[in-house]
C-alpha cells in the first residue's frame, strides 16, 4: 500500500520527469541533460516505491533509518547543485564582464580616430 | 611617472562636474569610466575630458575600475590613482599621492577625522581586523575609495571582484604579494547620508574576504 508521503513524492517525481521533458521540447536542455534529469528521478521513484531496495545501502552505512538516507542524499544533492550552480553563475558573470569590457574600449578607440 | 586618474562613475550627473573640473586644475590626465549610468554622466564628463569609456550595462565598481586602469595603460600611464566621483575625495589630495608613488608600490587613503556614520565605521574595523589576520597588512581605512598604485603592483593585484569588494581585494593582494605600500591621510566629504555600503553588501565583502584568500 502506497503512503500519503510516497503518494506526494511520486506525483512530485513525476512532475519533475515531465518539467526535463518540457525543457527538452523548448530547447532549453539539450538531449543528454534530459536523460540523466529523466534517469535521476526515475531512480528517485523507484526509491520511493520500493525504499526496502535501501535498507542494504543504509546498513552498509550504520543508518538506521531509511529516511535519514534519503534525507542525507537530498542534502548532497543539493549542495553539489548549489555549488554547480554558483560555479557556473561566476563564469558567466566573468565572461559578461570581458565582451562589456572589449566593447567599451572598442568604443573609446572609434572615438579617439572621429 | 606618466600618472593617471581613474573616476569610476555610476549616476553622478549632478557632482561629477565639480569633480573632473577640480582634477583637471591640478593638472592630471583621467580617465572617467561611465558604468551604465542612466542619467547624462557620459555627457557631463565628455564637457571636461574625451577619455570618458562607457559601459552599455551597470557592472560595479570593480570591474569599472578595471575598465579604467585598462585604458589608462593603453594610454601609456605607468602609475594610477584611483578616486570617486561623488565629490567625497579632494582633488588637492593627488599630490600626496603622486608624491608617495615614487617610493611605493601602493598608496592606500584613509579619511582623517572624518565623520563616518557609525554602522559603516564598525563594519570597516571588521574587515580591516579579517585582513589584517588573513593577509598580514594592517592598512587603517579599507574601504576608502581614495588609492593609487604602480603599473606593476596593478598588474600583480589583478583583481577579480566587479563590486564594492574591490576595495578589499587590493589591500589583501597587496599585503598577500608583499607590495610596498604606505598611507596618506584624505579629506573626506559626506554628501548622501544613504551612499555607500549597506549592511548586506559589508557581509559580502567579509565573505569575499575569505575568497581572496583562496586566490
Known amino acids: 500500500m502506497i503512503l500519503g508521503l510516497q503518494f506526494l513524492a511520486v506525483i512530485f517525481a513525476l512532475l519533475m520527469v515531465y518539467l526535463a521533458y518540457v525543457s527538452f521540447r523548448r530547447k532549453e536542455i539539450n538531449r543528454v541533460e534530459a536523460g540523466i534529469w529523466t534517469l535521476a528521478w526515475s531512480i528517485a521513484l523507484l526509491m520511493v516505491l520500493f525504499p526496502n531496495t535501501l535498507r542494504n545501502f543504509a546498513e552498509t552505512f550504520f543508518i538506521s533509518r531509511l529516511l535519514d538516507v534519503l534525507i542525507m542524499g537530498g542534502f548532497v544533492l543539493i549542495i553539489t547543485m548549489v555549488a554547480i550552480a554558483y560555479i557556473k553563475t561566476r563564469q558567466v558573470e566573468k565572461k559578461i564582464e570581458e565582451l562589456v569590457r572589449k566593447l567599451a574600449l572598442k568604443d573609446m578607440k572609434l572615438n579617439k580616430k572621429k | ?215
Open chain 2, 1 to 215: 611617472m606618466k600618472v593617471f586618474v581613474v573616476i569610476p562613475a555610476y549616476n553622478e550627473e549632478k557632482r561629477i562636474g565639480k569633480v573632473l573640473s577640480d582634477v583637471k586644475k591640478e593638472g592630471f590626465d583621467f580617465i572617467v569610466i561611465d558604468d551604465g549610468s542612466k542619467d547624462k554622466t557620459a555627457l557631463v564628463a565628455k564637457k571636461y575630458t574625451p577619455n570618458v569609456v562607457k559601459h552599455p550595462v551597470n557592472l560595479g565598481k570593480g570591474a569599472a575600475l578595471k575598465t579604467g586602469c585598462e585604458a589608462a595603460l593603453r594610454m601609456g600611464a605607468e602609475a594610477i590613482i584611483i578616486m570617486d566621483s561623488d565629490g567625497q575625495h579632494k582633488a588637492s589630495d593627488l599630490i600626496k599621492f603622486t608624491t608617495a608613488l615614487s617610493s611605493y608600490d601602493v598608496v592606500f587613503g584613509f579619511r582623517e577625522n572624518a565623520k563616518i556614520p557609525f554602522v559603516r565605521l564598525l563594519g570597516n574595523r571588521l574587515i580591516t581586523t579579517v585582513v589584517s589576520l588573513l593577509f598580514g597588512i594592517n592598512v587603517r581605512d579599507i574601504l576608502c575609495g581614495f588609492k593609487a598604485f604602480t603599473k606593476r603592483a596593478y598588474q600583480r593585484i589583478n583583481w577579480s571582484s566587479i563590486g564594492y569588494s574591490v576595495e578589499t581585494e587590493i589591500v589583501a593582494m597587496a599585503g598577500k604579494y608583499k607590495l610596498a605600500n604606505c598611507e596618506v591621510s584624505v579629506a573626506t566629504v559626506y554628501y548622501d547620508k544613504f551612499k555607500g555600503l549597506t549592511v548586506e553588501q559589508g557581509l559580502g565583502i567579509l565573505f569575499d574576504t575569505i575568497r581572496f584568500k583562496l586566490r
